[in-house]
């Protein structure tokens, strides 16, 4: 008996030993990837331009950073710009790291020129398509790039291994300073100047002037399964993306993995990304990819221009064979409602997942624009609106006002009073038909710092609900530090007692970004497991400039591993 007890007493330590060997084994393989991002103006020519733009290193767009899922990230940001400047890293949890968030003025003051800032974050249980950008004033109209998260060492995609893999960065140009651009709409209150084009990495393509010689090219061979990496990096506009004669197998959203699912035409809000795999199975040939604008605000001014690269097959020998023009693919009509509604129905999660239930905070915010009236010590030059008002934009009637002399994130840590406060409403302040005709009366929103706090741990609904305040529209929303279950979307006023059949309790897809349907509403679901500052606004960039946010203030739970990290030593000051 005794024999047979240390025969067990020994496997148990074996098996313990394997275990520990195990991890260790996963932690040596994780790396520490270290990088340097000068931020600074290089010469930039587009439209028969050039012009002075900022860069990360000199490049746009900026360098691809790509790291495993278990990695470390440590970017050294030096501002060598005239501009104040924040890094983001769009779509990564930061656990316990709200620090190297970098929204300006919410987890830091921003990077004065001259000044540098060290990010520092862990990539844990993310694996897929993210992206970097600026976080101050309109800078990421030209500073951004890839992050991309392969899967950890030893495992491998729940897909075919693709031959190559390409990013795919939307954008939007102007032909002058996006700087000046809000700059002028902020001092006159009217609406933005909109872009002159839109952009496939970096570059307009064939059907703008002074383009074609340097359109981007997308190698593809006969056979071949590639993985393109397609991120709306556009400042104002979401995009439909499709390539002429040819198929996506959607598969990713958001670095999260979707249930595969086949669509000539995909549609991306900016800030969001769709992984997607497409075959070498049409004949060798050159086939354009293209984007242009999916507008649902009516009577709103856009860019309508359509932005091209080429799928070129390598066995096209060019230029001998590449006189014909490339075919060229039907895009959706610019008001499409119905293509985007489709697509964004057929996003699941590839399995059951744990959608968090018994729900603690159940909370209902109105997102829209509105219109100030003219401050009577404004000229009318001040006040270009509609009927000489001021645009503005709100959630549940607060427009969001960032603060100046402390990000929000210290003055929660350091107890520095006056910077924010907590109230803000967990409903809407009136109840009226969000999506009717609406009184001029609740045009004009309040403005303040106001943030919602959550305890740790909590289980959050919140119903995002468009309004047709000024004209009704599709609000990609994006919350930092998490990612959320999408439920349910629709369209009209939300309904509590009839919209909840609709709850998609199995599958939902998990997403850092939500497409808010015009005219309609999207319910999401995720846990308060991550403490610190984390800022929701649009991810239109004039609606966030027009106060189109508000920040939740998850509390601390118990102990280390629930607090936020101290403060590097090299945190901006403001």
């Given at each position: 008996?005794?024999?047979?007890?240390?025969?067990?007493?020994?496997?148990?330590?074996?098996?313990?030993?394997?275990?520990?060997?195990?991890?260790?084994?996963?932690?040596?393989?994780?790396?520490?990837?270290?990088?340097?991002?000068?931020?600074?103006?290089?010469?930039?020519?587009?439209?028969?331009?050039?012009?002075?733009?900022?860069?990360?290193?000199?490049?746009?767009?900026?360098?691809?950073?790509?790291?495993?899922?278990?990695?470390?990230?440590?970017?050294?940001?030096?501002?060598?710009?005239?501009?104040?400047?924040?890094?983001?890293?769009?779509?990564?949890?930061?656990?316990?790291?709200?620090?190297?968030?970098?929204?300006?003025?919410?987890?830091?003051?921003?990077?004065?020129?001259?000044?540098?800032?060290?990010?520092?974050?862990?990539?844990?249980?993310?694996?897929?398509?993210?992206?970097?950008?600026?976080?101050?004033?309109?800078?990421?109209?030209?500073?951004?790039?890839?992050?991309?998260?392969?899967?950890?060492?030893?495992?491998?995609?729940?897909?075919?291994?693709?031959?190559?893999?390409?990013?795919?960065?939307?954008?939007?140009?102007?032909?002058?300073?996006?700087?000046?651009?809000?700059?002028?709409?902020?001092?006159?209150?009217?609406?933005?100047?909109?872009?002159?084009?839109?952009?496939?990495?970096?570059?307009?393509?064939?059907?703008?002037?002074c383009s074609s010689k340097d359109t981007t090219i997308v190698p593809i061979d006969s056979g071949e399964t590639n993985l393109l990496r397609v991120i709306n990096a556009a400042l104002n506009q979401p995009l439909f993306f499709t390539i002429a004669n040819h198929k996506f197998t959607v598969v990713g959203a958001d670095a999260s993995y979707l249930k595969p699912f086949t669509t000539s035409v995909i549609m991306l809000g900016p800030g969001q990304t769709t992984d997607v795999l497409i075959s070498g199975d049409q004949l060798p040939g050159r086939?354009?990819?293209?984007?242009?604008?999916?507008?649902?605000?009516?009577?709103?001014?856009?860019?309508?221009?359509?932005?091209?690269?080429?799928?070129?097959?390598?066995?096209?020998?060019?230029?001998?064979?590449?006189?014909?023009?490339?075919?060229?693919?039907?895009?959706?009509?610019?008001?499409?409602?119905?293509?985007?509604?489709?697509?964004?129905?057929?996003?699941?999660?590839?399995?059951?997942?744990?959608?968090?239930?018994?729900?603690?905070?159940?909370?209902?915010?109105?997102?829209?624009?509105?219109?100030?009236?003219?401050?009577?010590?404004?000229?009318?030059?001040?006040?270009?609106?509609?009927?000489?008002?001021?645009f503005t934009a709100s959630m549940n009637n607060v427009s969001f006002v960032f603060p100046s002399k402390a990000s929000l994130l210290q003055a929660y840590k350091q107890n520095i009073p006056g910077v924010f406060t907590t109230d803000f409403p967990a409903k809407p302040p009136v109840k009226f038909d969000y999506t009717g005709n609406v009184s001029r009366s609740l045009f004009q929103p309040a403005r303040g710092t106001k943030l919602y706090k959550l305890k740790y741990g909590s289980r959050v609904q919140i119903v995002l609900q468009d309004t047709?305040?000024?004209?009704?529209?599709?609000?990609?929303?994006?919350?930092?530090?998490?990612?959320?279950?999408?439920?349910?979307?629709?369209?009209?006023?939300?309904?509590?007692?009839?919209?909840?059949?609709?709850?998609?309790?199995?599958?939902?897809?998990?997403?850092?970004?939500?497409?808010?349907?015009?005219?309609?509403?999207?319910?999401?679901?995720?846990?308060?497991?991550?403490?610190?500052?984390?800022?929701?606004?649009?991810?239109?960039?004039?609606?966030?400039?027009?106060?189109?946010?508000?920040?939740?203030?998850?509390?601390?739970?118990?102990?280390?591993?629930?607090?936020?990290?101290?403060?590097?030593?090299?945190?901006?000051?403001?």
């Open positions: 008996m005794e024999a047979i007890n240390r025969i067990f007493a020994n496997r148990r330590c074996s098996f313990f030993f394997l275990l520990l060997l195990a991890s260790a084994m996963s932690l040596a393989i994780a790396k520490t990837h270290h990088h340097d991002f000068i931020v600074q103006a290089a010469k930039v020519k587009r439209l028969c331009k050039t012009h002075n733009s900022i860069t990360v290193n000199g490049m746009f767009p900026g360098p691809t950073l790509e790291v495993k899922n278990g990695d470390t990230l440590v970017v050294k940001v030096v501002n060598r710009a005239r501009y104040n400047v924040t890094i983001h890293w769009h779509g990564i949890r930061q656990m316990r790291t709200g620090w190297a968030d970098g929204p300006e003025f919410v987890t830091q003051c921003p990077i004065r020129p001259g000044g540098s800032y060290t990010y520092r974050f862990t990539v844990e249980g993310q694996e897929g398509t993210l992206w970097w950008h600026a976080h101050s004033s309109w800078l990421r109209a030209t500073v951004y790039g890839a992050l991309i998260i392969h899967p950890r060492e030893g495992s491998s995609y729940p897909f075919f291994k693709p031959k190559r893999e390409t990013p795919i960065l939307l954008g939007e140009w102007w032909d002058t300073n996006p700087i000046d651009v809000v700059r002028e709409a902020t001092r006159t209150g009217a609406a933005p100047n909109i872009s002159d084009a839109y952009t496939i990495n970096g570059q307009p393509g064939d059907l703008y002037n086939y354009y990819m293209a984007a242009r604008a999916y507008q649902s605000a009516q009577n709103a001014p856009f860019d309508n221009t359509t932005t091209t690269a080429i799928l070129e097959y390598k066995s096209v020998l060019c230029p001998a064979k590449c006189t014909k023009k490339p075919f060229m693919p039907p895009l959706p009509a610019y008001n499409d409602t119905n293509t985007v509604t489709a697509f964004s129905r057929s996003l699941r999660s590839p399995r059951k997942v744990e959608v968090p239930t018994d729900i603690d905070e159940n909370l209902f915010f109105t997102i829209g624009l509105g219109l100030n009236n003219c401050p009577k010590n404004f000229r009318a030059r001040r006040c270009q609106g509609p009927n000489g008002t001021r047709s305040i000024v004209t009704p529209e599709n609000h990609p929303i994006h919350l930092h530090g998490y990612d959320f279950y999408i439920i349910a979307e629709g369209f009209g006023n939300f309904n509590p007692k009839t919209d909840k059949s609709k709850f998609n309790l199995v599958d939902p897809p998990m997403r850092n970004t939500v497409a808010v349907p015009v005219n309609g509403w999207a319910v999401i679901r995720f846990v308060a497991d991550n403490p610190g500052v984390w800022l929701m606004h649009c991810h239109l960039d004039v609606h966030i400039t027009w106060g189109l946010a508000m920040a939740f203030l998850v509390e601390e739970g118990v102990g280390i591993l629930q607090s936020v990290e101290p403060p590097p030593a090299d945190l901006p000051i403001c």
